[in-house]
C-alpha cells in the first residue's frame, strides 16, 4: 500500500513538473523567433507589456567587481543609472571570459534584452551570452518530469512484488529477496533523464528537444534501471522461515 501511495505522489509530482512545458516552449518559440527592436525601441507587445522584440540597451559601467553567487564566482557588472530594465539589475559574467578582462569602470557596454530577459552583454567587439534564457528550461522541465513518471513506475512494481512476497512467504513457498535501490538503480531514474534532457537541449529547440527527451530518456532509462535491479539476480533465493512451524508439520 505504502508503495502504490508513492507511485501516486510520484505521478502528482510529475504532472505539476511537466504542466509548465507548453508554456516554456511558447516563450523559447516566441524567443527564437524575436527580431530586432525597431530604432525607436518599439515593437510588439506581450500582454504584459514587455517588448517581444531583440532590445539593445546602451549603458556605462558604474563598477566592476569579482563576487560570490551561491557557490560560483562571477564576475558582476553594474550599469551607471539611469538605464532601464532589466539592464538595471546586476550583470552576472564569467569570471574567466573575455569581457572580464576588457571591462572597467567607464566602458560602454551594449545589453541585449528580450521581455525582462538579458540575453547577452557586448563591448568593444567582443559579447557574452547570459544564462537563464528561454531556451533552457523546457527540455530540462521534461527531464524532471520523465525522472518522476519513471520513479512512479518503480514505485508500482515494488507495489506488486511485496504483494507477492507476501502471498508467496504466507503459502510458504520460497521468495526472492527485497532488492536493494542503490546508486546503480539511481543513475537509470534520476540520472539519464536529466542528462538526456540537457544533450537534446543542446541539439534541438522547442517541441523536438521535448519530444527527443521524452523518447531517448526512456529508451535508456529503462535498460539502465533494469540493468542495475538485475546486479542482485544471483543472490540466493530466501526460503520461507521453518522455526515457528509445529513439529510433524508438512
Not at 185 to 210: E, H, N, R
Request: glycine share 10%; with cysteine; net charge neutral.
Amino acid at each position: 500500500m505504502a508503495w502504490s501511495l508513492l507511485g501516486v505522489v510520484f505521478l502528482v509530482i510529475a504532472a505539476a513538473l511537466a504542466r509548465p512545458v507548453p508554456g516554456q516552449v511558447a516563450d523559447e518559440e516566441a524567443f527564437l523567433n524575436a527580431r530586432p527592436c525597431d530604432r525607436d525601441g518599439t515593437a510588439e507587445r506581450t500582454a504584459e507589456g514587455s517588448a517581444d522584440c531583440m532590445r539593445t540597451i546602451h549603458g556605462t559601467v558604474l563598477s566592476v567587481e569579482t563576487v560570490k553567487s551561491g557557490k560560483v564566482t562571477v564576475f558582476r557588472v553594474r550599469l551607471r543609472d539611469p538605464v532601464p530594465a532589466p539592464a538595471d539589475r546586476p550583470l552576472d559574467l564569467d569570471v574567466h571570459g573575455e569581457l572580464s578582462e576588457r571591462v572597467g569602470p567607464g566602458d560602454e557596454v551594449e545589453v541585449t534584452t528580450w521581455r525582462n530577459v538579458r540575453v547577452s552583454v557586448r563591448h568593444d567587439g567582443l559579447g557574452e551570452t547570459l544564462p537563464g534564457l528561454p531556451d533552457e528550461k523546457a527540455t530540462m522541465l521534461a527531464g524532471f518530469a520523465l525522472t518522476g513518471v519513471w520513479s512512479a513506475v518503480l514505485a508500482f512494481f515494488a507495489a506488486f512484488g511485496s504483494a507477492r512476497r507476501a502471498r508467496r512467504r504466507a503459502a510458504g513457498r520460497a521468495f526472492a529477496p527485497r532488492v536493494p535501490f542503490g546508486v546503480a538503480q539511481c543513475v537509470g531514474v534520476v540520472a539519464v533523464p536529466l542528462i538526456v534532457a540537457y544533450g537534446t537541449g543542446l541539439v534541438w529547440d522547442a517541441w523536438t528537444s521535448v519530444a527527443a527527451t521524452v523518447v531517448l530518456g526512456a529508451l535508456l532509462a529503462v535498460p539502465v534501471t533494469i540493468a542495475g535491479l538485475l546486479w542482485h539476480r544471483d543472490e540466493p533465493r530466501t526460503a520461507p522461515d521453518t522455526a515457528d512451524r509445529p513439529a510433524g508439520g508438512a
